[in-house]
């Protein structure tokens, strides 16, 4: 798995900034997106379905990050 650098996270976010300005939602959506595209780059499928079995554990035992109501 490829690791993300903070330097390439900026210029993926300022171009998301320009491609969806005032929509903080969907840049966040489409930079999460372009990270895992990234990191899941030359990986054969099985290797690929583990990333994100891990992925989604990740996420399932995170913080809540907003609540409803």
């Known amino acids: 798995m490829r690791e993300i650098s903070p330097q390439e ?3 993926i976010q300022e171009e998301l ?3 969806f300005p005032g929509d903080q939602m969907m ?3 489409h930079l999460v997106r372009r ?7 030359g990986m054969d499928p099985a290797d690929r ?5 891990r992925k989604g554990e ?3 035992r995170g913080p809540v990050l907003a609540s409803g109501g």
Request: net charge negative; aromatic share 8%; hydrophobic share 25%.
């Open 49 to 53: 379905i583990q990333y994100y079995r």
């Open 58 to 60: 990740e996420v399932s």
């Open 9 to 11: 996270r900026q210029t």
């Open 17 to 19: 900034a320009k491609e």
């Open 35 to 41: 990270i895992h595209q990234l990191e899941t780059e």
């Open 27 to 29: 840049q966040e959506l």
